[in-house]
């Protein structure tokens, strides 16, 4: 079983900063991409940012240069420092774990509040 826990959320007024983390437990192949999705109320679930084990990363074109993705192989945990934030930015994040080895596997976190507000 896998298990993905959260944390770093939070209010934060816009232009503000803030780091989520996420740590992974459980049999978790080594080869895989870890991501960080967000969801706003009304809206579908959408990619942030992911980073694959060997380093390749992407961003999603309303976070680029303001959002950076980094993780640490050795403890499975995966953070995203979110600068310059913007009341758009406001959703729940959601933390993922996945990869393929003879099937599609994808884990999720519970979710962490993020609300940019005067």
């Known amino acids: 079983q896998v298990q993905l826990v959260e944390s770093g959320g939070g209010l934060v007024q816009p232009g503000g900063s803030l780091r989520l983390s996420c740590a992974a437990s459980?049999?978790?192949?080594?080869?895989?991409?870890m991501g960080w999705y967000r969801q706003s109320p009304g809206k579908e679930r959408e990619l942030v940012a992911r980073?694959?084990?060997?380093?390749?990363?992407w961003y999603a074109d309303s976070v680029k240069g303001r959002f950076t993705i980094f993780r640490d192989n050795a403890k499975n945990t995966v953070h995203l420092q979110m600068n310059s934030l913007q009341p758009e930015d406001t959703a729940v994040y959601y933390c993922?774990?996945?990869?393929?080895?003879?099937?599609?596997?994808?884990?999720w976190g519970q979710g962490t509040q993020v609300t940019i507000s005067s």
């Open positions: 993922n774990v996945a990869w393929r080895r003879f099937d599609d596997y994808s884990y």
């Open positions: 459980g049999s978790i192949f080594s080869i895989n991409v």
């Open positions: 980073i694959s084990s060997g380093g390749s990363l």
